[in-house]
């Protein structure tokens, strides 16, 4: 029980703290609910309302964007560093995954059912991909969008944002070009229903004390 073995190389690194939150282990033992439940309306809006309640009564859209934006940084780094670096495809397929809340409602770690399969190193980027893209993001962006009455290119927003902070971030302590080509391209692709749109205001400045975003749209007008 722990951070998936696959990662492990990389908690002596200055990215270790990005690999914490994703776990192989047992969801009881961890006390873990089906990641299949955040696509539940009740289930969200107990966790908005602990993560924060007096905003929650006032702006629930910037509050639900600002939640999803801690989902996105504790998600993605582990799950991409597996994928690029060591061509690993975790089971990140929603229904393979399971999630612990901590008592103010933001997600503490993933737990999953196995390390997966290697990947070719040679698949296209589509492709790389197409797990972590078409069956967890989209299905959770899709509802989410729904239930807190988003755009989805808000939401895709707010994931691509953390997809071009992994680039750079990552690139400055691995930095093998190659290794990150596909995420480049990635995040290349014209925007659609799966892709990318960013630069779209994510609403997190209507909430006291968050800062906004310094790539934020509204910084030009500001």
């Known amino acids: 029980m722990g951070v998936v073995p696959v990662l492990q190389p990389l908690l002596e690194t200055p ?74 495809e975790l089971p990140l397929a929603l229904e393979d995954v399971a999630i612990t809340l901590g008592n103010d409602g933001l997600p503490l770690a993933f737990v999953l059912k196995d390390e997966g399969s290697k990947l070719d190193r040679n698949v296209e980027a589509d492709e790389r991909f197409q797990l972590l893209r078409e069956r967890h993001l989209a299905p959770l962006i899709t509802t989410w969008s729904r239930q807190a009455r988003l755009s989805e290119r808000v939401l895709w927003s707010n994931a691509g944002r953390y997809l071009d902070w992994i680039l750079r971030e990552f690139q400055e302590h691995v930095p093998a070009a190659e290794v990150w080509r596909p995420l480049q391209i990635w995040l290349e692709a014209p925007y659609d229903r799966l892709g990318w749109h960013r630069r779209i205001c994510c609403l997190r400045d209507r909430l006291a004390g968050v800062t906004i975003c310094p790539d934020c749209p509204k910084v030009a007008h500001v």
Do not use: C, I
């Open 15 to 88: 990215v270790a703290p990005y690999m914490a939150g994703m776990l192989l282990g047992d969801t009881e033992a961890l006390a873990a609910r089906p990641a299949t439940d955040l696509l539940q309306p009740e289930v969200m809006e107990a966790a908005m309302q602990k993560f924060r309640p007096e905003d929650w009564k006032q702006d629930p859209r910037a509050v639900f964007s600002h939640w999803t934006q801690f989902y996105f940084l504790l998600f993605l780094p582990p799950a991409l560093a597996a994928n690029l670096l060591y061509q690993q």
